[in-house]
């Protein structure tokens, strides 16, 4: 079984940076693209970004574009989002989430791409 743990969230205020981090211990994530959604109370969980096994590709969610970045360290086993010009509509729990597929990096933004999920960070931006 897969275990990710997300760590980084916290408190920020509007325009604040944050970098949020997946590893996953015990595990090998060299071959699978990654990615981060995030979940607010009563809404679907929703892509944010994801990149490929290697780096080379990445994918934004619109509403993050220019803002974020994912990165990742495969010799470190890690997986960042780096966040700028954090908004108050940000405030989320940020999931960290490994493809279900080895070596394919997915063609959809769908949930249903990624098989294994850490617990969350939550992240508040005050206005």
């Known amino acids: 079984q897969?275990?990710?743990v997300e760590s980084g969230?916290?408190?920020?205020?509007?325009?604040?940076?944050?970098?949020l981090s997946c590893t996953a211990p015990g595990h090998s994530?060299?071959?699978?693209?990654?990615?981060?959604?995030?979940?607010?109370?009563?809404?679907?969980?929703e892509?944010?970004?994801?990149?490929?096994?290697?780096?080379?590709?990445?994918?934004?969610a619109d509403s993050v574009k220019d803002r974020f970045t994912i990165s990742r360290d495969n010799a470190k086993g890690t997986v960042y989002l780096q966040m700028n010009?954090?908004?108050?509509?940000?405030a989320a729990v940020y999931f960290c989430a490994e493809a279900a597929r080895a070596l394919i990096f997915p063609s959809t933004t769908a949930r249903?791409?990624?098989?294994?999920?850490?617990?969350?960070?939550?992240?508040?931006?005050s206005s």
């Open 29 to 45: 994530i060299s071959i699978y693209s990654m990615a981060w959604f995030r979940q607010t109370p009563g809404n679907e969980r």
């Open 112 to 125: 249903e791409e990624y098989a294994y999920w850490g617990q969350g960070t939550q992240v508040n931006v």
């Open 2 to 4: 897969v275990r990710l």
């Open 47 to 60: 892509f944010v970004a994801a990149i490929s096994r290697s780096g080379g590709s990445t994918n934004y």
């Open 9 to 19: 969230g916290g408190l920020v205020q509007a325009g604040d940076s944050l970098r």
């Open 85 to 90: 010009s954090l908004k108050p509509e940000d």
